[in-house]
């Protein structure tokens, strides 16, 4: 088996970007960040995990992406173009880029800044905005041209573009790029911009003996990037339309399971040259992030399929994935793979298999352990020390609202099982987490500040009120980062 990338205790907060206060809609890579990462700091966290990081939807949800290498314009921070002279404040509002119109709109503060980057940037910063768009060409380029015909189109998929723009014609793309060179050279420059912001605090937050924690979905949106420019591995028709989608079978969760609608991939494509795609997926995530969490790990060993003409995942099949293959692949390009397994759900004794062979640290997540089995793997006394704890994650509700809505016989149990803890919830919670074997525990935001389940991240299989979570800092008890860095300090964190 491979060495697991966990090589000691830590401990860290659970915080996507855009839940950082500040004054735009949405927190972004300002000062705001940095002030976070001095409070990781002070609380002697060392790690921060956040949610992938990609351009989203209207729907904001970062697990549906246009893209899984470019980052989220929406995250730039304003103020440091501001700060380092390539754009005018021209008032609060000219800072807030809140939408896809505004972030590319020529006359947008993104816009001018290139304009100020272009008269004003230094020799060096130049050489290094070249240096990454020779970088990142394989994949900047198709994605430019993308977001303009997307502009171009009102935002309709790529599926429903004009048939010569759709199947990627050489004529036509040559002609859309000359048409669209300076919407083109607008998106390079973001994306410049966003890689330079947050390469920026992850070697700030790493001087600090701070991971930073990414995500990564395992499928990828239909209507992106990614689909449109590598039709061939994908399982399409002629017209682009999925052939089989991706989802999981009812459960006790769901009586006709979850159907999420991503196409899937044609493993056997993939494997002819290698698995060069997520070779070059598994780079850009390694660039961004110390550690990286593979969302729905399973369907690597076998995933459910479902036929795309369906309204739900009740009519589907277990199909194999590339397992062994497609990770004997990546150990042999990157060595040891500094990856987290999500292994929540319906999970076989060969994910596990997978799983442990290379060295993946799985996931607990206590909310999950009180149904009354002492042999439930989520309660601490059957954690393994190569995973990692939660209390809850992204799509948990909070801790106190968890536990205010149990039942009465539920919650005695809870508290049973804690020793009738003095303390209020949600910190009995955090206390079994960070007692816990695992060597990373993992603790919302929401949860560090005592907040009911009005503050939750995201609720599953809903789409209104997702995703827009904010703290402040006056949320933040001025003894609360001491009080976390001994409890840091007690549990050998």
């Known amino acids: 088996m491979i060495e697991s990338s966990l090589n000691r205790r830590r401990t860290g907060i659970l915080l996507h970007p855009t839940s950082l206060p500040g004054p735009r809609r949405h927190g972004d890579f300002g000062s705001e960040a940095y002030r976070f990462v001095d409070f990781l700091a002070a609380a002697g966290q060392s790690v921060w995990q956040v949610l992938p990081l990609g351009p989203t939807h209207n729907g904001g949800s970062p697990y549906q992406c246009l893209s899984v290498h470019a980052g989220n314009p929406l ?30 709109a020529t006359d947008g503060p993104l816009a001018r800044a290139y304009r100020g980057f272009r008269e004003g940037a230094d020799e060096a910063t130049r050489a290094d905005y070249y240096a990454f768009l020779t970088a990142a060409h394989d994949w900047l380029e198709d994605y430019a041209l993308f977001l303009a015909l997307r502009v171009r189109f009102k935002h309709a998929a790529w599926t429903e573009w004009p048939a010569p723009l759709r199947d990627r014609d050489g004529d036509a793309l040559a002609k859309a790029r000359r048409r669209h060179h300076g919407f083109i050279d607008l998106v390079r420059f973001q994306q410049f911009l966003f890689y330079r912001q947050w390469l920026e605090i992850r070697r700030y937050a790493n001087e600090r003996d701070i991971l930073l924690f990414g995500d990564m979905p395992i499928f990828v949106a239909h209507d992106s990037v990614d689909v449109w ?9 002629r017209e682009g339309q999925p052939v089989v989608v991706a989802g999981v079978p009812p459960d006790y969760f769901s009586a006709t399971g979850q159907r999420w609608g991503n196409p899937h991939y044609r493993w056997d494509v993939m494997a002819e040259d290698g698995y060069r795609w997520w070779i070059r997926r598994i780079g850009g995530q390694l660039q961004l992030f110390d550690l990286v969490r593979i969302d729905h790990f399973r369907g690597f060993e076998s995933f459910w399929e479902i036929p795309a003409d369906r309204g739900d995942a009740t ?38 298999a997978l799983r442990d062979k290379y060295g993946l640290p799985g996931m607990k997540v206590l909310q999950f352990a009180f149904d009354g089995s002492a042999d439930n793997p ?18 948990n509700d909070t801790t106190v609202g968890w536990y205010d809505s149990l039942a009465a016989g539920s919650k005695e149990y809870v508290m049973e099982y804690l020793a009738y803890p003095r303390e209020p919830m949600p910190w009995p919670l955090i206390r079994a987490a960070l007692e816990s074997v695992a060597q990373l525990s993992i603790v919302p935001m929401q949860d560090v500040l005592g907040l009911d389940g009005r503050h939750r991240m995201n609720t599953p299989g809903t789409s209104q009120g ?28």
Request: hydrophobic residues 40%.
């Open 75 to 104: 995250l730039i921070s304003v103020q440091r173009l501001i700060d380092q002279g390539w754009l005018q404040a021209n008032g609060e509002a000219e800072m807030d880029v809140a939408d896809e119109a505004r972030t590319y």
């Open 229 to 237: 420019a590598h039709r061939d591995i994908f399982n399409l028709d």
């Open 315 to 352: 009519e589907g099949r277990w199909v194999d994935g590339p397992g062994a293959k497609l990770f004997d692949a990546l150990h042999a390009h990157f060595g040891r793979l500094p990856f987290v397994a999500e292994d929540l759900g319906m999970i076989t004794p060969a994910v596990l």
């Open 378 to 395: 989520y309660l601490p006394h059957n954690h393994q020390v190569d995973c990692v704890i939660y209390p809850g994650t992204h799509d």
């Open 466 to 493: 997702n995703w827009r979570w904010r703290f402040r800092w006056d949320q933040v008890p001025a003894d609360l980062a001491g009080k976390l860095k001994r409890m840091a300090q007690i549990y050998q964190r």
